[in-house]
């Protein structure tokens, strides 16, 4: 097995009209067995900036670390908020700085930039690739069947509402097809003047 | 004599013998009751991580008063009830007489045993016959056969070994045995990722198979949400 499933994972983000939404499965399994249903695998990193980091739980819970304090040092220096655009590099060059001993995670970064709100999504691999859609991104374990389910799925220019149906139903029918996903879901929609979360209830087997 | 470690040092080993266990994805199990057996299981089929069937049957058909729960490898095990049940059939016409499960039971084992190196199945037969009545026997892998009022199997079968020693109780009524068989096999599908999809359940007695299925909104609910 490899190793960026040993802990298996689905993560989605999505482009809607002036929104982004974010999503992730909620378990933390190690192989075939679960041991919890509340992981946390999406992380704020401003008021319009959330970072997804689907692959080996330890590295997701570093890597936010890590990027955490990256971002405050930046912040702190520039005396502003970071842009999406900025932070993905950021997060790319810290990545590829691990080029040959790397952190098992293929991020997921979405978000609104803080002048233009203007919605970004993007994806990397786990040594900082940078991947640049119109669209949707995908990541974890899943991201066959989550690819199957956006193409479907997606269209331009979805109101929040909207959004929040179609990442979810993407995420849930995904993940449904994995048998080291799932476990509960949660669901970002990430607006100018609000970020809503959502619990969704799904199948716990 | 498979290596240990082979390859980068921290990638997990794909053949290794200490990740056998983890293809028998599965949950299953019979228990006994006053008047028969009942038999149950998951109906989660996966190739690796990939869920392949979310709606299968393994609960198979080998006599009409005689089943069997498979685990491990779904082509193994649907060549072995094959086999079994044909030469079952046979055996049936001969003696004039419905088969007893402990014959069944027996031929499992011969096939189990002779061709263990190159099988991989985890089977219990259950079923009822008027000189035993209700009765389960596990046939592991490796091929051993023995009788037991309640047997449990597969992957998701490691979650719920306390719970089964704490709560089987013999001679239960119907009702009783079933909502234990469920309770199980909620347990160990919540727990296992090999495991899921909908429970299917078989009543076994003198009258025959009754087949029940319970679907994922109807399945006891034991997470906290």
Known sequence: ?205 | MPPIFSGHPTMLEENDWRNAAHSTGTSIMAAEFAGGVIIGADSRTTTGAYIANRVSDKLTRITDHIYCCRSGSAADTQAIADIVSYHLNFHGMELGEEPLVEVGAAIFRELCYNYRDSLMAGILVAGWDKKKGGQIYSVPIGGMCVRQPVSIGGSGSSYVYGYVDANFKPNMSKDECIQFVTNTLALAMSRDGSSGGVIRLGIITEKGVERRVILGDQLPKFYED
Not at chain 1, 6 to 21: D, F, I, L, Q, R
Not at chain 1, 188 to 203: A, C, G, S
């Open chain 1, 1 to 205: 097995m490899s190793i960026l499933a040993y802990n298996g994972g689905a993560m989605v983000a999505m482009k809607g009209e002036n929104c982004v939404s974010i999503a992730a499965d909620r378990r933390f399994g190690i192989q075939a067995q679960t041991v919890a249903t509340n992981f946390q695998k999406i992380f704020e990193m401003g008021p319009h900036l959330y970072v997804g980091l689907p692959g080996l739980a330890t590295d997701t819970q570093t890597v936010m670390e890590k990027l955490r304090f990256r971002k405050n040092l930046y912040e702190l220096k520039e005396n502003r908020r970071i842009s999406p655009k900025v932070f993905s590099a950021m997060l790319s060059n810290m990545l590829y700085e691990k080029r040959f001993g790397p952190f098992f995670v293929e991020p997921v970064v979405a978000g609104l930039d803080p002048k233009t709100y203007e919605p970004f999504i993007c994806n990397m691999d786990l040594i900082g690739c940078i991947n640049l859609p119109t669209d949707f991104v995908v990541g974890g374990t899943a991201s066959a069947q989550l690819y199957g389910m956006c193409e479907a799925l997606w269209e331009p220019n979805l109101g929040p509402d909207d959004l929040f149906e179609t990442t979810s139903q993407a995420l849930i029918n995904a993940f449904d097809r994995d048998a080291i996903s799932g476990w509960g879901a949660t669901v970002y929609i990430i607006e100018k003047d609000k970020v809503t979360i959502k619990n969704l209830k799904t199948r716990m087997d």
